[in-house]
Every structure is written in structure tokens, then in C-alpha cells.
């Protein structure tokens, strides 16, 4: 592999994901990874453009600023690209009026969309709602639906909690998938939509732009078919096998956040 | 097409698929299909041989067999091939230990199993027990598991109760395997070791046999593969686009089993 320096060459913004980079989160609001909150300072400190690229759908994007605050991280609403947003504007522009099987944390991000008589079914990753009976409900409407459309909030495999890996909204859009014989749209990462309209508010261009996170496919893989440049930290959801996965190779293997933000004031193009 | 009388003659030996087929599952031990109790009967008085071949997982054997008899059908356990006990098989051949995810109903097939210490997780239609905190331990034993093997009782879409369609337990296989990467061997219909046992319990060979089921794939698509014929039901989960699915054409179209037994008994070979 080639050099840091050569690797990190002309990076001018940084995307971070979330949970398992700067927090895993759990029961009591989660616990920050070791470093990550003084790392997070520091590159906002570099001249490094910096924001924050979620896939997180169980809570809404105040929820999950208070808490990272809580943790000691400096970080805002403003700065943050989650799902539920993006899936309104897609709601809005082609008229549709979702079942929504989300979390009842995330429920108020839809305040402002017609729910009634539904036409098409988002989930998000719902938690414990994701029932058998919430299933049904959203597998029933998908059935009657002559033109099925089912959106989905990322399509992650799992999570780290800090009870152990969560099976994340994936798995259950695959269930739906299959139940109804639809495709889904996925709104969040691996969507090159999603990963583009975070870097127009990054405000730098893809090469210029390197994403941080610990998912080898929605995170790095995501990122690269983007044109970014990515980073897989070895915190979170990380597994050994992910540094020999057969389609995904990361630009760089790094401990944690903090050895990435290391080797990036070092080489970026600050 | 070809006229009735070419399309079954040699047929010798009927399986019946039950649900959709014989009676549609709901509350109160759901209902009968409209002239099935009757049809059953003349095939059995026919010299056809028949048996039933199931790919419930919700209930015991025992639970099913009691619901149908009291629904009116001639039907015995010995009659019925399904998936547990053809699991119980496997498992023991094999030494594993299941984690299982399945309905309380069926737990009791199991009760020969040892079941500490698991290397696999068997699923089955587990209905309400498929909620979050059910698959997640199912999902962490597979990935906490260094070759991880899931065993799915089936992999049937949905289902038709008397209140409307409900999810099988396919959706959640297609979720498990998204989640650990993995593929699910599957013990019940359309798997064809799964029709080659219940063709060996008729005692017929596979082009004396045919297959009638409300499952255009499941059925029909499973028990021609075999080397059966198959005729799809009007009833259960039918759907009218089944007749012009893509992958599968069904040796006939009947609307109820009623007219399926019409139909042998005159062309079948008795």
C-alpha cells in the first residue's frame, strides 16, 4: 500500500459516521470510543472541513446531537446528514404518502408528511417495533398496493450496541424484499445520492473528501463508488475479516478515530 | 394446453399441500375451504393414494391433525409429511444443536434435540415470537459461531389466514442471511429431498405422482423439478398474476380442490 502521505493527499473534508466511530451507542445513551471525542476537536480545529454522514434512523437527529453532546462531543444538528430528511424531500417531490415502520423516536421527523391512505411503506431502523405485527401491517399495505414502493432508511447488516451487535434495518427490508417480490430504495448509505448530497454540504469535491467509518460495504465501499476516499476504523461494528473482503478495500486500516484524525493533520491538504 | 385426460394420466398418487388447499388458518382453528372436507374424501375412497404434505411450522403435527379433524377432514398424523420432523432427522445425522426460533406450538417436535450449547439456529413460522429481541439472539448465536448454520422449516413468502395474508417464515430466513452472510439450508417444500421423502411415504414414482398446492413456486415449481406434475388451487394465497409467472407453469389451474378431485377421478389412473 502506498504511503500515508501519498494516500491522504488533497484532502480537504472529512465525512465521519456515527455510531462505532464516535460512540457506541446502547442503554443510558451509549458510551464514547476511546479518544474519539478529543479527535473530533481536533480536526475541527485543523481547517479540515468536517460533517457528519449517519445512517441512523431510531432516533431523530435532535435525540442523537443531545446525546453525542451529552458524551462531550462538539457537534450540531446543522452538521449532520441522516436518512429521515432526505427520505421527506423524496416523499414530497413524488407525492407519496408513506405506512411509516420507524421507531417512535424518529416518528416527529415525519410531522410534516401525509400519512393518510398510504402508497408506499419507509422503514427505518425500528428496534424492538419491529414486531411481527408491524411487519404484517407493512407487508399488508406493500400487497395491496398495485405499484408496491418500499423505501428504506440504509439497508445496514448490524450495529454495535454496547450490549453486542443489533441487527440493523437491513435485514428487515430484505424480509419485505422477498415477502413482496419489490426491490427497495434505499435512502442513506451505500446510496450515491446520499453520499453526494452530504458532500455538497461538506462543500468540498468527492477526491478532495474522505469518509470515516466502521462498515466496510455501506461505509467505504459507499464512499468509494462516490469517487471519496474512505477509511475503515477498527472500532464498532469492524471484524477482522472486513480487511480481506473480497470486494471492498479500504484506503486505510486505522485503530480508531483518533489515530485517522492523527494521520490526517499530518497529511491533508490543510 | 393439453386436454385433461393426457395431462394426468398414470397419475397414481396425490399429495395435498393443507393450508389454502384444505382450509384457510385463523383464529378458532380457521375454516374449511368451500366442498375440500368432501373432496378429500372421494380421493381417499378413489384407490388413489394420497398423503399430505405440509409445510406448516407453527403447530405440532398433533395440534394440526386435531384442528383438521375437527374440521371435518379424514386426515392422521401418519398421513402428514412436515418439516419438523424431517429437521429432527437432519439435525441428529449431523450433531447439532439448534438455537431455535419457532412458535412455542412446535417446540415440543423438538424435545429429543439437545439444544445446549448451540452450533446452528433452526427457524420456522413463528408468527408472533418473530419479534426483535427473538431474531437478534438468533442473529448473534449465528455470528457469535465460527461456521455459522441456519436451518429454515420452509421459505414460503406468506400465507393466507381467514383476517388476510401474513408473512412466513421466508422473509425472516432472507433476513438472517442478509444480516450473517450466510445461506439457509431449507427442510420443507420447494427443497427436493423434502418432496423425494413424502414421494417415498406415498409410494409412487415421481412422474405417478402429482402435487396440489396454493404456492405457485413452493408447490407447483418444487414438485415439478421432482419430476411431478402439479396443479395450483384458486384458493389460499392464489393470486391471479400466478398464472402468468414468470418461472413456473403449473400442469393445470383448478379453482378449488373440489375441482382437482373431479378431474382425477375421471383421468387418473385408478
Redesign the interface.
Known amino acids: 500500500m502506498a504511503a500515508w502521505g501519498e494516500r491522504l493527499a488533497g484532502v480537504r473534508g472529512v465525512l465521519l459516521d456515527i455510531s462505532g466511530v464516535l460512540y457506541d451507542s446502547g442503554e443510558g445513551g451509549g458510551r464514547p470510543i476511546a479518544g474519539s471525542v478529543e479527535a473530533v476537536a481536533r480536526l475541527k480545529r485543523s481547517g479540515l472541513r468536517v460533517r457528519f454522514c449517519t445512517n441512523e434512523s431510531q432516533k431523530s437527529r435532535g435525540r442523537l446531537v443531545g446525546e453525542l453532546r451529552r458524551l462531550g462531543f462538539d457537534v450540531s444538528e446543522a452538521e449532520v446528514t441522516a436518512p429521515p430528511p432526505a427520505a421527506c424531500r423524496l416523499l414530497q417531490e413524488r407525492g407519496l404518502r408513506p405506512h411509516l415502520l420507524v421507531h417512535d423516536e424518529v416518528r416527529s421527523e415525519f410531522d410534516q408528511i401525509d400519512t393518510s391512505n398510504p402508497n408506499c411503506v419507509v422503514i427505518a431502523d ?8 408491524n ?2 401491517r407493512a ?2 399495505v406493500l ?1 395491496g398496493l398495485a405499484d408496491p414502493v418500499l423505501i428504506s432508511l440504509g439497508k445496514g ?2 450495529y454495535k450496541e454496547t450490549s ?5 434495518v ?3 427490508m ?8 419489490v426491490e427497495a430504495e434505499v435512502v442513506g448509505k451505500p446510496s450515491p445520492e446520499f453520499f453526494r448530497s452530504a458532500l455538497r454540504e461538506l462543500g468540498v469535491e468527492a477526491h478532495q473528501a474522505v469518509m470515516i467509518g466502521d462498515d466496510i460495504v455501506g461505509d467505504v465501499g459507499g464512499a468509494q463508488r462516490c469517487g471519496m476516499r474512505a477509511l475503515q476504523v477498527r472500532t464498532g461494528k469492524f471484524r477482522p475479516s472486513d480487511e480481506h473482503h473480497p470486494e471492498v478495500k479500504a484506503d486505510g486500516y486505522v485503530d480508531n478515530l483518533a489515530e485517522a484524525v492523527d494521520l490526517l493533520l499530518l497529511h491533508a491538504d490543510k
Open positions: 425500528a428496534g424492538e417495533h419491529f414486531s411481527y405485527r411487519m404484517n407487508f399488508q400487497m447488516r448490524y453486542g451487535l443489533m441487527l440493523d437491513g435485514g428487515y430484505k424480509a419485505l424484499e422477498y415477502a413482496c417480490g
